[in-house]
């Protein structure tokens, strides 16, 4: 069996400095907690909590001052963290830098009087700090996110969701970019000409490569292992465009889970995998494979 690594594998650089703030802050402080999950890979969670660097309690700590709390790599709405900074704790943020640079973005152009639109998930940490953004400027209308191309016809047709004349239209950063402009596309073709629309491409290059190296690794190898947590958006959307590309695809979490009795039938996998994925773990699943 060959086993072909894809050309853009582990943590993309905004986890990884994420990861470098707690594992520093662990060693200078008495307590450090995390607000949420640090980056969307359990393992790493469990990781972090042998270092000392624990998911923030539902008791709050009775000492603030000598507490050290990191804002998530996806970062959090302002209200949110004004509520924490007002708490006496020892703010550490983590929020990814592309992730600032899209919530700058919302609160310059929520406060020109642009109805913001996001693609992506609403239950997504990072698209949940977006809308807070745009939320914390006054007479702000109502912030439209749509994680589909169905949603984004929904939007023209629907009364509810009543259009203002000035929009932006920006995307999660881990969005499948061709989602995106199909988005895009389907609510330019059907706005009236008088609304004025600024499309902004904020989706981060990391998981758009590793996009690409999926493409490459298609059309090289029988099927392909997708190595990362169930709760990370990119790793998912690194499986959904496999199969999209009628490619077997399997996403595993960690080694363990691997589908060996499936595999063995393929002489090449390829292997690809989140930006939130760490290459301990790759390495466990190369091992793995290679045993077959």
């Known amino acids: 069996m060959r086993i072909i690594l894809a050309k853009d594998v582990g943590f993309c650089w905004g986890v990884k400095r994420a990861l470098d703030l707690a594992l ?10 995390t607000y949420g999950p640090l980056i969307h890979n359990e393992n790493v969670v469990e990781m972090l909590k042998t270092k000392g660097v624990e998911p923030f309690p539902k008791q709050k700590p009775k000492s603030p001052s000598q507490t050290r709390l990191l804002i998530r790599a996806h970062g959090v709405p302002p209200p949110v963290r004004a509520k924490l900074s007002a708490s006496g704790y020892g703010i550490i943020d983590a929020t990814c830098p592309h992730v600032k ?25 990072e698209v949940i700090s977006l809308v807070g953004y745009a939320r914390a400027i006054k007479r702000h209308p109502p912030v439209i996110v749509i994680s589909s191309t169905q949603e984004a016809q929904q939007i023209v047709k629907t009364k509810r969701y009543k259009l203002k004349k000035k929009i932006c239209i920006l995307a999660q950063s881990t969005f499948q970019p061709r989602i995106f402009y199909r988005i895009v596309t389907i609510i330019k073709s059907k706005i009236p000409t008088d609304i ?93 494979l290679s045993e077959l």
Request: one cysteine or more; proline letters at 3%; a positive charge.
């Open 196 to 288: 004025e629309m600024v499309v902004l491409d904020t989706i981060c290059q990391a998981p758009a490569r590793r996009q690409d190296a999926v493409k490459d690794l298609a059309r090289e190898v029988d099927a392909i292992v997708v190595v990362g947590d169930y709760k990370s958006a990119n790793t998912t959307n690194l499986t959904l465009l496999a199969r999209s590309m009628k490619i077997p695809a399997f996403q595993v979490a960690s080694a363990s889970e691997l589908p060996v009795t499936k595999l063995k039938k393929y002489s090449s996998i390829g292997i690809s995998t989140g930006t939130s994925t760490p290459d301990w773990l790759i390495k466990e699943v190369v091992d793995k």
């Open 101 to 125: 640079k899209s919530q700058k973005i919302v609160q310059e152009y929520a406060n020109k009087g642009y109805q913001v639109i996001i693609a992506g998930d609403k239950k997504h940490a």
């Open 24 to 33: 520093k802050s662990s060693a200078s402080a008495k307590k450090v907690y």
